[in-house]
C-alpha cells in the first residue's frame, strides 16, 4: 500500500469490536513475526511517546505494523488534542495501519460527545490520509435471537455442517445471555459441539448446556462480595474459574455490575420491577433477582465497584493482568 491505513472501530458491540481487531492480527501472518510488529495501547493512560515509537517503527521482516489504540476520545477529547491527533494521522508511515477502537455504553447516535469528536475528526484529515469508520452496536433484546440464528448458521457451517438453532432454542438463550454477544458466540459453539454438529439444537440442549448455573454463580459470587464474605467469595470465584471460559466470566460479572447499577438508579428513583424490565430490556425473572441484590448495595457504592471493574478490564486488554486476577484483586478489595 502507498498509504497508511486509519480504522477507527467503535460502538457497544466490544466483541465485534475485538473480533476486528484479531482479524487484522490474522492478516499480520507468522505470529511470531507478527508479534514484534504490533502495539497496543490505551487512551485512558496514553504515553504520547510511546504512540509515536509505535506508528512510526519500521517494520520488522513484514510489509505492515499494527497499531491499536483504545479509548482515544479519553485521549484525544478537546479541540487541542483533536488537532493534535489530525495532525499525527497525517505524518504516519505509510506501512502503519493505525486502528481507534472506542468501546461505547450507548450508541454513537446516543452519545453527543463521541458522535461530534468522530465528525470532527473525519472531517479534520488534509486528504493525505483516509479515516475509515465502521460501527458496532450489541442486538437488542428482540433482534438477539434473529442474531444467534445467524450465528449458529455461520459457526455450523465453518465446519460444513447445514445444522441450525430452533427459534424457540435461540429465544432461550438470548434471555440467558442478555445481549452480550461474547458469551453468546461461546454458548453457541459449546451447543454445537453438544449435539456433534448433527442435529439442531433445542430449547432441551439449551437448558442442559448453557450458562444457568454458571449464572446462578456468579448471583452468588456478587452476593458474597456484597456482604463482605470473602471466604465465600474466594470458594465461589475457584469454582466459576475451575469450570468456566475466563472471558465468559469476566463478560457476566462486568454485566452483572452494569445491570445492578441501573437496577439501583431506576431504584432510587422510584420505579419497581416494571420500569427496570423496560429499562433494562430483561426478563422479569432476572429483573426480581436484581432488585433483590441491589438493595444490598447502595448507588455509590455500586458506582465505585463497577468503575474499578473497568479499570481491572483496561489492565486486562493491555496485558498487565490477567482475568484470574483481576477477580482475585476484585475480592480482595471488596471482602478485605
Known amino acids: 500500500m ?6 477507527v472501530l467503535y460502538g457497544t458491540d466490544e466483541f465485534a469490536i475485538d473480533q476486528t481487531i484479531r482479524k487484522l492480527i490474522v492478516a499480520m501472518g507468522d ?33 505492515r505494523r499494527l497499531v ?9 477529547k478537546g479541540a487541542k488534542e483533536l488537532k493534535k491527533l489530525s495532525a499525527f494521522i497525517e505524518t504516519l508511515p505509510p506501512t502503519t495501519t493505525l486502528v481507534l477502537a472506542e468501546y461505547l455504553d450507548s450508541p454513537a447516535n446516543k452519545n453527543k460527545s463521541f458522535y461530534e469528536w468522530l465528525q470532527k475528526l473525519a472531517k479534520a484529515q488534509g486528504g493525505k490520509v483516509t479515516v475509515q ?27 460444513k455442517k447445514h445444522i441450525k438453532i430452533d427459534p424457540a432454542a435461540a429465544a432461550r438463550l438470548a434471555e440467558m445471555v442478555g ?15 453438544y449435539v456433534d454438529f448433527e442435529r439442531n439444537v433445542t430449547v432441551e440442549d439449551v437448558e442442559k448446556v448453557s450458562i444457568v448455573s454458571a449464572q446462578q454463580d456468579v448471583f452468588t459470587l456478587v452476593d458474597a462480595l456484597g456482604n463482605k464474605n470473602g471466604r465465600k467469595a474466594q470458594n465461589v470465584l475457584q469454582q466459576l474459574v475451575q469450570n468456566e471460559d475466563p ?21 432510587d428513583g422510584g420505579g419497581g420491577q416494571d420500569d427496570i424490565a423496560r ?12 432488585m433483590n441484590q441491589a438493595s444490598g448495595f447502595d448507588l455509590k457504592s455500586l458506582e465505585e465497584i463497577y468503575h474499578r471493574l473497568l479499570e481491572l478490564d483496561e489492565g486486562i486488554k493491555t496485558g498487565q493482568a490477567t482475568i484470574e486476577l483481576a477477580l482475585d484483586m476484585l475480592v480482595v478489595e471488596l471482602c478485605g
Do not use: C
Open 2 to 7: 502507498d498509504s497508511p491505513t486509519v480504522l
Open 68 to 76: 491499536t489504540l483504545a479509548n482515544p476520545h479519553s485521549a484525544y
Open 133 to 159: 469508520t465502521q460501527e458496532f452496536n450489541m442486538p437488542g433484546r428482540r433482534d438477539l435471537p434473529g442474531w444467534i440464528i445467524r450465528e449458529t448458521k455461520k459457526q455450523a457451517e465453518a465446519y
Open 179 to 193: 445481549e452480550n454477544t461474547r458469551i453468546a458466540v461461546q454458548e453457541i459453539g459449546k451447543l454445537l459441539e
Open 31 to 63: 505470529p511470531s513475526i507478527a508479534e514484534m510488529n504490533i502495539s497496543h495501547l490505551d487512551g485512558h493512560n496514553l504515553n504520547m511517546n510511546d504512540l509515536n515509537t509505535a506508528a512510526n517503527a519500521i517494520p520488522f521482516l513484514s510489509e
Open 279 to 290: 429499562e433494562l430490556h430483561a426478563h422479569p425473572f432476572v429483573v426480581g433477582k436484581l
Open 247 to 267: 472471558f465468559s466470566l469476566w463478560g457476566m460479572v462486568i454485566r452483572q455490575f452494569r445491570l445492578l447499577v441501573q437496577a439501583r438508579e431506576v431504584m
